[in-house]
């Protein structure tokens, strides 16, 4: 168990007692409904890309290439945008800006790719989103933690960042593929992500009110 670096004392419980915290804390399960929203959508749009990728017959080296080049794009832009920007926005702006940026993109990519559902669109608006998940995002929902006890943090936060992310994950792949098998479109396939993207808006400015309001109180 983690100990208090202060006090020596252990924190104990486990998975269940992440589970009962996050139950229990509205807080604690917004967060987990953001990183559900999060990595859904995010499977989603891998799913999409790889149906547009087979659909352009690329050759396997032509392939690998292709997705070097956009991990080359991801991980520059994500040190550029983190180093120079990410900081400065938080610090000026709080972390409600942050927290709205990836669902923002996502609807934005969204609509770009029913509007033009080619490879190119696609590939844009992933790294875009990807960029700012990195930079942006990560570093936020991180500060999140900041204003919880220590049981709270150190419990449902290694809960979200295990079995919410991957059942996020599951639950993206069992979408997309419950809307492929009715005979989707690739815009449709895209459009589908708007309204778990509104949701997932809607969880963000939520917590970014209610994590402002703890931050006060703390101080008071």
């Known amino acids: 168990p983690r100990r208090n670096t202060a006090t020596g004392t252990p924190v104990g419980g486990g998975a269940w007692a992440a589970l009962r915290l996050l139950l229990t804390s509205p807080y604690l399960a917004a967060i987990a409904i953001y990183v559900l929203f999060l990595t859904g959508t995010g499977t989603l749009a891998y799913l999409l890309q790889a149906r547009l990728v087979a659909a352009e ?4 080296v032509a392939r690998t290439a292709l997705f070097a080049r ?40 969204a609509l770009a790719v029913g509007a033009a559902p080619r490879l190119a669109v696609l590939l844009a608006t992933s790294v875009a989103r990807r960029i700012a998940e990195y930079a942006v995002s990560a570093p936020a929902r991180q500060i999140l933690f900041t204003v919880v006890s220590r049981e709270e943090k150190y419990k449902p936060k290694a809960f979200i960042d295990t079995v919410i992310f991957r059942g996020g994950d599951v639950a993206g792949s069992w979408a997309f593929t419950a809307i492929a098998r009715q005979g989707a479109s690739v815009p449709l396939l895209a459009l589908s992500a708007i309204p778990v993207a509104i949701a997932w808006l809607a969880v963000a400015a939520w917590l970014a009110r209610r994590h402002e309001r703890q931050v006060v109180a703390a101080r008071l």
């Not at 017959?57 to 396997?60: A, M, R």
């Not at 991801?74 to 938080?90: H, P, S």
């Open 70 to 109: 956009i991990d080359l794009f991801v991980n520059a832009g994500a040190a550029i945008t983190q180093a120079l920007f990410a900081g400065r926005v938080m610090t000026r702006f709080g972390i409600g800006p942050a927290l709205l940026l990836s669902p923002i993109l996502t609807i934005a990519g």
């Open 57 to 60: 017959g690329l050759t396997p």
